[in-house]
């Protein structure tokens, strides 16, 4: 009797197991496919570009080169300027907004009532169009001398900084600028975890007589860390693949000043004309985009076990 | 009546928070404030320095925007048209995916989760091309559809991982009691997971709704006459001989009013969504 | 507007026709300015009258049927052209669609179609630097067999020789026609004729008076800046300001071998002028400013003198964004050092786009000859109805026009004058180098003057580093 029902079961569990694999593959299928069309094509498409030389303005030349782009890539002086500014965009953005968007959180924490203005407030960037936000910090905060901020630097009786039109200072605004947007993101994922954090420990905490800094390293720290990683992980794919922004504020200038690999690869392909050579500083980026991503997932499931 | 020391301290710290917040409040809403005080000035106003807080306002920019000859109307609607199709589609297509991927035995689920990753991660100045040429050849440029389809592509991989994240956290045992009263695999996906999953598929429609309407870069190239979206049409007002910056800040405030609303309308399932993950730990890859 | 500026402007001015400006009321000179520059917005009241082409002694129904799309960008003046599209396709029974794209993107979005043979845009409006690559590739039509083919083309009706030479020869390759301009520009000296008047100076007639003069006036605590000119990144930012300066200096693009050449000692000197005018008597930023950006600080009466494109006056003599209508002089370029004045050569023209049928293609030639034709381009500039009337004209014929005259008379001192000139006599064919890695190019060495201009290198550096990497863009 025992050992019937178990066969049966088996037997049943087998055909459970079938059906439910068919109808998972029935409830991906459909997705699958449309993801399938509009991107494996256009992904396979662009790596065959990128080993072949597609130049508008030389059109005589055109042709498979082989790894000839991404030779040509390795002695670009361009690249390796973008792909520092990269680097130094997506580090200092993702850091700015980790440390901004953490402080304010524990800030308002601290305020007995009105944290939804905050939540409020701090949706307001994070909707907006980037092309719109790029374009309304170009000319009504940044332009010297019609900008507000370059009206507040000057009323504060600083010296007047000149925002987008010198190379270093355009850097920090484009950051500036990113920052302002994605900060609120931050924030807001930092107030959920913390309000989300079980106020006995602090309780306990508060009896041992550990002190604020104290109790923030030892305690929040170490229990919000998950929520900081993923917003790392999170933060540093959008900073990798910013554009709407950056070309709205200063189309990757003065000079390459602000010309990330994205906006590099923008104009190689649509003002050079160069598509094999553009294409191929798109793989490229994606190439490090899925690098950078990989090594953050692993440092996260290391920390977790 | 004296105030104890503690309680002035208290006070003093409270004032001291309110005021940094307050500062900090300033400078995320300022430049959208500002937008909205350029919006309602003259032409000739705007660039005035020192900026003047104190002028004549006018919504004359407003009506030049929706009834002018550069009005941005109609591609508010086509935004509206493109930016809800995409949401439907995307719903549609992720909900049963993202079941599929968080609790069935799906062949080879480790390699489609990395690759719908994967198709997040395609620079999008590399797929302008590419899909200009399919647009074409399928005579879908200038199209609804053809918008559609292109932003499914960064909308479906999204979508799906927002919606994995909520799977997981419905309790197995829900579905394993559906189990057993025999329902089938459908019903048990509809009348049992669906209803835990509310809150999630409402995340989800906002971000993807959302990142619609604030396209651009694709919009431009593949889109025309026809069905060109709002946040191209506002470019109408920079034009090679001039900035109108009140009208184009006009322009970008009506282009973002519905971002706006809904962000505010909103703002507990956007914090949801943002945090989805996050807080507890959350996605698996 | 200040009442004893304007008083003391007409006075040193003396100019007959402005009379009609000496009235004391702000509000009253506003109202007699000629309502050239009234937002681009309000549309057409009601269309004229263009009955006249039908003297064409061409068939204008023999591509009944046809659909096409014009690609333009926002512009005043193609939204005139709007305005009487509907005469056309009640001439023609073809429908042909004007479509706006952005400034920053016509050029991609035109590229794209191109070279992709879709044939979405029949024509669209051309950049005239741009030609050697379209050509290059085989991407449109020489236009030479259709203005010969007498079913096509009524040559004495539209009498092509009229249309600007300068701009013909930019929109041709080898002697060969492939576009037809349709409106454009030519860069000179905007300048505030009262600031000038107060420090007793004249319209600088050289490049170094040019330096001497913005360094007079230049007075930043007051909020007032000696000059600007363009210094934002771009072939057709920086490096539509440069080559003029370029050519002035005496260099030439190609050395005696035939290479492209950009770190001549002249093309150094050049830019080293470009600097340290910039560096000293232009307001803080203007490295990243367009020309939107100098006419908006000029509207503003922040800057004493600029040299741009005349179309800027839509925003510095419009009253409705400027502060300064009304005290406006302008003179063409200063001589460089090498003696001569070196303008820009600017227009927007129609190609035929080579992917299309036969038929469309006659629909779009139709379309190219009836916007470039005297009647319709009379009366989308002062024959208009509405508001906004266009001053970029394409034929020596309306430049002369007595109603044109009476249009433009009201804008500044001296403005149809200097125009005319320029056009005439300033324009020079090989401004810039007219071959298909031109946008390349013009990017490259734009990013030098760039690097220039805000300090990153000196000029002799930043152009030594765009001469090699041009190696890699012009190998053949």
């Known amino acids: 009797m025992q050992k019937m029902m178990g066969s049966a079961m088996v037997r049943r569990r087998a055909t459970v197991v079938e059906s439910e694999r068919n109808f998972a593959i029935l409830l991906v299928a459909p997705a699958l496919v449309i993801l399938l069309v509009t991107t494996t094509f256009p992904i396979i498409y662009l790596i065959w570009n990128s080993f072949r030389s597609i130049n508008l303005a030389m059109p005589f030349m055109n042709g498979f080169v082989g790894i000839g782009n991404y030779a040509t890539m390795m002695h670009d002086p361009e690249f390796w300027h973008a792909l520092e500014l990269t680097a130094i965009y997506t580090v200092s953005t993702v850091t700015a907004q980790l440390v901004l968007g953490l402080a304010l959180a524990l800030l308002v924490m601290q305020i007995p009532r009105g944290q939804g203005v905050f939540r409020i407030v701090a949706i307001l960037p994070i909707v907006l169009a980037p092309v719109v936000v790029g374009l309304f910090w170009r000319t009504l905060m940044l332009a010297p001398n019609f900008g507000l901020v370059d009206f507040a630097v000057k009323a504060l009786g600083f010296e007047a900084v000149n925002w987008l039109g010198a190379p270093v200072p355009a850097m920090i605004s484009v950051i500036m600028i990113h920052t302002w947007q994605w900060t609120p993101f931050v924030f807001l994922v930092m107030l959920a975890s913390l309000a989300s954090l079980p106020p006995d420990v602090y309780e306990a905490a508060r009896i041992d007589r550990a002190n604020a800094v104290q109790r923030f390293i030892h305690i929040t720290l170490p229990l919000i860390r998950p929520a900081i990683v993923i917003v790392v992980i999170m933060r540093s794919m959008i900073a990798l693949s910013a554009f709407a922004a950056i070309f709205a504020a200063t189309g990757g200038g003065p000079g390459t000043a602000t010309e990330i690999l994205n906006l590099y690869a923008f104009r190689v392909s649509f003002v050079k004309l160069d598509f094999g050579y553009g294409s191929a500083l798109a793989v490229a980026l994606m190439v490090i985009t899925l690098a950078v991503s990989s090594v953050l997932f692993m440092m996260r499931t290391q920390r977790a076990r | ?285 | 507007m200040n009442e004893k500026d304007n008083a003391r402007t007409i006075r040193g001015a003396g100019i007959h026709r402005r009379t009609l400006l000496k009235t004391t009321a702000a509000g009253m000179a506003l109202l007699a300015m000629p309502a050239v520059f009234t937002q681009r917005a309000r549309a057409a009241a009601a269309a004229p009258d263009l009955s006249s082409v039908k003297n064409a002694k061409i068939d204008w129904g023999q591509a009944k049927g046809s659909s096409i799309t014009i690609g333009v960008t926002p512009a005043g003046y193609f939204d005139n052209l709007n305005a009487v599209l509907p005469e056309f396709n009640k001439l023609t029974g073809v429908k042909a669609r004007l479509e706006m794209t952005p400034p920053g993107q016509i050029r991609q979005k035109a590229v794209l179609d191109l070279s992709t043979k879709t044939g979405t845009w029949a024509t669209h409006a051309a950049d005239p630097m741009y030609y050697p690559l379209y050509v290059a590739n085989g991407w449109i039509d020489p236009l030479d067999t259709y203005l010969q083919d007498s079913k096509l083309t009524d040559p004495a009706w539209f009498d092509f020789d009229d249309i600007l030479k300068s701009w013909r020869e930019a929109a041709s390759i080898k002697g060969k026609p492939y576009g037809i301009p349709w409106d454009g520009e030519v860069t000179l000296q905007v300048y505030r004729a009262d600031i000038y008047d107060k420090h007793g100076l004249k319209a600088p007639e050289t490049l170094k008076e040019y330096t001497e003069t913005a360094a007079r006036i230049n007075d930043p605590k007051d909020r007032l800046w000696g000059c600007a000119i363009r210094g934002f990144k771009g072939a057709g930012q920086n490096m539509y300001i440069f080559p003029s300066i370029f050519r002035e200096f005496g260099g030439d693009w190609f050395d005696k071998s035939g290479k492209l050449t950009v770190n001549g000692p002249e093309a150094v000197a050049a830019l080293e002028w470009y600097v340290d005018l910039l560096t000293k008597y232009a307001p803080n930023g203007v490295q990243n400013w367009n020309w939107p950006d100098i006419a908006d600080a000029f509207a503003q009466g922040t800057i004493a003198s600029y040299i741009d494109s005349n179309t800027s006056v839509a925003v510095v003599a419009n009253p409705d964004k400027s502060k300064v209508v009304g005290k406006l002089a302008f003179a063409r370029w200063p001589k460089g050092p090498a003696g001569k004045r070196c303008t820009s050569i600017w227009n927007w023209s129609f190609p035929i786009n080579g992917a299309l049928s036969r038929k469309d293609k006659v629909a779009t030639w139709l379309f190219i000859q009836w916007a470039s034709s005297k009647e319709v381009q009379a009366a989308t500039s002062y024959g208009f109805p509405g508001g906004y009337k266009r001053l970029g004209v394409n034929r020596t014929s309306i430049l002369k026009d007595d109603g044109f005259r009476k249009l433009v008379g009201g804008i500044g001192q001296n403005y149809i004058e200097s125009v005319t000139a320029s056009l005439q006599d300033d324009t020079d064919v090989d401004w810039r180098p007219r071959v298909p890695q031109w946008p390349a190019i013009g990017e490259t060495v734009a990013t030098a003057i760039q690097a220039a201009l805000i300090g990153q290198a000196k000029p002799k550096s930043a152009l030594d580093q765009a001469q090699s990497k041009l190696a890699g863009i012009t190998k053949s």
């Open chain 2, 1 to 285: 009546m004296a105030m104890n020391p503690h309680k002035a301290a208290n006070l003093r710290r409270n004032i001291l928070l309110y005021v940094l917040s307050a500062l900090i409040l300033a400078i995320w809403a300022f430049p959208i404030i500002w937008a909205v005080v350029v919006s309602l000035k003259s032409e000739r106003e705007v660039l005035t320095y020192p900026p003047r807080i104190v002028f004549d306002p006018t919504l004359q920019n407003y009506r030049d925007a929706i009834f002018g000859a550069f009005s941005i109307a109609q591609s508010f609607f086509n935004s509206f048209v493109v930016a809800a199709s995409t949401t439907v589609l995307t719903i549609l297509l992720s909900v049963p995916a993202a079941y599929a991927f968080a609790r069935l035995r799906l062949p080879g689920r480790k390699s489609l989760g990395f690759y719908t990753l994967v198709t997040q991660m395609i620079p999008p100045v590399g797929l302008v091309i590419p899909y200009f040429l399919i647009l074409n050849k399928v005579g879908w440029l200038d199209t609804y559809q053809g918008l559609i389809v292109v932003f499914l592509t960064f909308s479906l991989p999204f979508a799906i991982w927002l919606m994995v994240s909520y799977m997981e956290d419905v309790p197995k045992e829900m579905e394993e009691a559906a189990f057993l009263d025999k329902a089938n695999r459908f019903q048990t996906l509809w009348h049992v997971i669906l209803p835990q999953v509310r809150g999630g598929i409402a995340v989800t429609v906002i971000f993807v709704f959302l990142n619609a309407w604030n396209e651009f870069l694709f919009s431009v190239q593949l889109s025309g006459n026809h069905v060109r979206p709002v946040t191209v049409a506002m470019y109408n007002f920079v034009s090679v001989e001039q900035t109108l910056w009140a009208k184009l800040a006009a322009a970008a405030l009506i282009a973002m009013l519905p971002m706006i609303i809904i962000g505010i309308a909103a703002q507990k399932q956007i914090v949801k969504g943002l945090t989805v993950g996050a807080v507890k730990g959350g996605g698996r890859r």
